[in-house]
Each structure stands twice: as structure tokens, then as C-alpha cells.
């Protein structure tokens, strides 16, 4: 039996009548840029996030960068100034923060929870930390109460990155609702995905969506006026339509990945393989389901040679990346392990039971 890790196809076809409406509604109006595809994507995506404000940007890269870069505008931080970060996340999440001169203070997280524990962060805190950024990697929550706690003790803005997690919750409130502001990414795998590049940020403060929408625009607030050296980031009306459709069933999608988890959980129980701790139901929307074992490259060979596609995220932590050479030598040693253990299974809404039974035996039968 044939499993993907992710067929886009799968996807698109089970809302195919919705978006190809909304693909000619767009290409037929003549409206392509900033019009009333954003905007009522925007209003019902800051709905559904639980924030006043959102702002469409062309992807989550932007989304991290210009967020951040309003912040230091904002609150006038200095070229050096920090920001915690976890040691194991996506290179977007990094560069964001090296892009606007700041520097990004690497923390390992626990090796069985893949938090970010508060003990921590608040070991790392010096005289020129301004904000620590949570990124809710494979979709699982990493806020808790504690970590926003010690921001607000320490001053601190408490920034998320949310590519990874769109409807996921603590508490009842949204990932992306819960700091002081957002990115998110709407690259086409993502639980929320765009036909191409696609991202935003939510918050409650006008301050700072403002700032991101004229800095977004060319720096520009009123057409051939230019307050600030912007850049040219913004959400296409074609994006925002396909976006609007999608996000009307991203609770069922959601749901259908709680799900596959539960009997990947369930039913996986090969002892070479590890799987991450279990939280409540609220708090992973599994955008990835990792597994995590010694033998991670065999195993891969072995499910491709029984047709499971896996990914691995990510085969290099950004510290012993080429582009941060002045980091080689730095340890993080679970950051390590993750990124040499770490096979992601196959997940998509779109997964029968069946084939999702069957990378269980697989796994079950994997020596
Ligand atoms: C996908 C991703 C990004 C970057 O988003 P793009 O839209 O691809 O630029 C940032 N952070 C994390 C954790 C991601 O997974």
C-alpha cells in the first residue's frame, strides 16, 4: 500500500468545487493586490486566532522578520539586543531574527517534552534581552503561564512563531493570541496552506499591526509616500481566497490529525522507536508526527522500500549550519539528538485508516 507523507493533490481535491470558485471569483474580478480578499481573509482569520488584528505578508519569513523588526522600531532596541530562541526549530525562525541585527540566544530544549523550560529561558535572561520567542514546532503548544510570567517580569515581548500550529490551543486561546504578537506561515504544506508563499501576524496591538502593514507596503502609508526603507511583502488576493476556503475546515482537518495520531500512539510499539509525550488534545494539532529512533536513516530506507514517504525535520540544527559558521562549535547536545534521531510519519488529513494501520505494522515489524 502506497502512503505519501503529504499529497497536496489529496488535499485540494477534497475542497476542489470551494476553491475553484474562489480562484475564479479572483481572476475574474481584476482585483489582484490589496482588496477585499485580504481584507475578509484577514477579519476571519483575526477571529479565528482570537486577536483584534491581522496582517497578510507574502510568507512566514516576513511574518517573523517584519514582526520583529516593528518591535525594534517600536520600542527602539539596538543592533546586538537579544532574543531567546530554541536551539531546534526551522532556519525562518533564526534568520528572522539575525536579519534584524539582533542576536538570537540558542536554548536547548528538554529532550522529552521539546519544551522550552522557564528555568531555563530565565537563566539565559542578560541586560539586553528583549524577547523570547516560542516557536510551536510540529504543532505542539510550548506556551505555558510560567514563561509569560517571567516576560513580563523581565520586560520581555513574548513572540511566536506559529508556522507550525495553526489552531492549536492552551487554555482555550489560540496559539497566536498568546504573546505580544505572531507570525504565521502559510507555505503550501503547512495545516494551513496557500496555493504558493503565503504568511501573517496576529495581535492585539494596532501599534504594531500598523507598522507591519506600512512596512510590508514599501514603507509606504499613503500611495508614493514613504515614512520608513520598507519592503514589498504582502498576501496576493488569490492567496487570501484559497486561504479563506481552507481555513473553513482547518478545525475538520485538524480533528482528522488528532485522530492519525491517536493510533499512531495507539498502535506503534516497537521499542527502538521513540514517540514525543502525549499532551491534552487541545495543544497539537500535529502538523508532523515525529518519531524518533538510533537508527533513523535505515528505518527510512526500510518504510520507503514498503512505499511510507517520511521527511526528516530537520537533518542539520541551524548551529552547524554553513550560514552560522561563527555557531559550529557551539553544543546543544538534545538539539543534536532530535536532529539525528528525528523521522517524521506520514500525516495528512487526507489518510485512510488503512494506510495509516499499515505504517503501524510496518513500524511494529521494523528490526
Ligand atoms: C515554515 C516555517 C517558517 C517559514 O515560513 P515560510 O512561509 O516558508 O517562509 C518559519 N518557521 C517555522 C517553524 C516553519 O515551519
Known sequence: ???????????????????????????DS???????????FEDNYAKYIGTKYCVGVANGLQA??????ACKMLYGWNDGDEIIVQANTYIATILSISQNNLKPILLDPNSETLELEPETIEKAITDKTRGVMLVHLYGRCL????????????????????????????????????????????????????????????????????????LGNYGSSKKYVFDY????????????????????HLEDDN?????????YYKGIKNPAIKMPSILSAEKNV???FPIFTKKRDELQSYLKENEIGT?????????????????????????????????????????????????IECLNEWK
Open 143 to 214: 506556551y505555558n503561564e510560567k514563561i509569560d510570567e517571567i516576560c513580563n517580569n523581565h520586560n520581555l515581548k513574548l513572540f511566536e512563531d506559529n508556522a507550525q500550529s495553526h489552531g492549536c490551543c492552551y487554555n482555550g486561546n489560540r496559539t497566536g493570541s498568546l504573546g505580544t504578537v505572531a507570525a504565521h506561515s502559510f507555505y503550501p504544506g503547512k495545516n494551513l496552506g496557500a496555493f504558493g508563499d503565503a504568511g501573517a501576524i496576529t495581535t492585539n496591538d494596532k501599534e504594531i499591526a500598523d507598522l507591519v502593514r506600512v
Open 311 to 359: 521527511i526528516i525535520h530537520y537533518p542539520i540544527p541551524p548551529h552547524k549550519q554553513e550560514a552560522y559558521k561563527e555557531w559550529n562549535n557551539l553544543s546543544f547536545p538534545v538539539t543534536e539528538k532530535i536532529h539525528e534521531q528525528e523521522l517524521s510519519l506520514p500525516m495528512s488529513p487526507t489518510l485512510s485508516d488503512e494506510q495509516v494501520q499499515w505504517v
Open 30 to 40: 481584476g482585483w489582484y493586490l490589496q482588496g477585499n480578499e485580504n481584507k475578509v
Open 1 to 27: 500500500m502506497n502512503v505519501p507523507f503529504l499529497s497536496l493533490k489529496d488535499i485540494t481535491a477534497k475542497y476542489k468545487d470551494e476553491l475553484h470558485e474562489a480562484v475564479i471569483r479572483v481572476t
Open 255 to 263: 480533528n482528522r490529525r488528532k485522530q492519525i495520531a491517536k493510533m
Open 229 to 248: 526603507i520598507g519592503e514589498n511583502s504582502r498576501l496576493d488576493e488569490m492567496s487570501a481566497a484559497v486561504l479563506d476556503v481552507k481555513l473553513r
Open 64 to 69: 517573523l522578520e517584519l514582526m520583529i523588526r
Open 286 to 288: 500535529f502538523h508532523i
